[in-house]
């Protein structure tokens, strides 16, 4: 997955892209605008993420989620990049859980790594019920 940057790490990162430019309160050696080089600079750190969410007929987790309510989850596949992972490249399996601040927890994402080729075995819902051995067989 991704993270967030902070200002320094943009900097530096700015720097390694266009080695010309100075951080904030400097100039730049191009003696051109900085524009061009702050599209350079979120183009090389933005990545497309991809989600699809899966619920009930009647959209039960995504009403519980709207409503904020304690122990409210969602679950969602993902993936990053462009392009629609295939084969071995891997997707991500993700349950979200809120947590109401004032209990003193935070929201808890657990997440696993599929291939992407296995996705529809995770989804086949008629062919028996999940256990760990059937589940490890397939992170």
């Known amino acids: 997955g991704g993270r967030i940057l902070d200002q320094r790490d943009a900097r530096r ?5 266009n080695p010309h430019h100075q951080s904030a309160g400097g100039s730049s050696n191009s003696g051109g605008s900085s524009s061009g080089s702050n599209t350079s600079l979120w183009t ?8 699809v969410y899966f619920d009930s007929p009647d959209m039960h987790m995504y009403t519980e989620r709207l409503k904020r309510n304690e122990g409210a989850q969602l679950f969602r596949i ?7 992972p295939r084969g071995d490249e891997p997707v991500y399996l993700e349950l979200k859980t809120h ?3 004032w209990i003193g927890e935070t929201s808890v994402k657990e997440r696993v790594a599929v291939r992407e080729r296995d996705v529809a075995q995770f989804l086949d819902t008629g062919s028996g019920s999940w256990d760990a051995e059937r589940a490890s067989a397939l992170v």
Do not use: F, M, N
């Open 13 to 17: 990162r700015q720097s390694d892209v």
């Open 44 to 51: 090389s750190l933005a990545s497309s993420i991809s989600s």
């Open 78 to 84: 993902r993936w990053y990049g462009g392009a629609r």
């Open 99 to 101: 947590h109401e601040k």
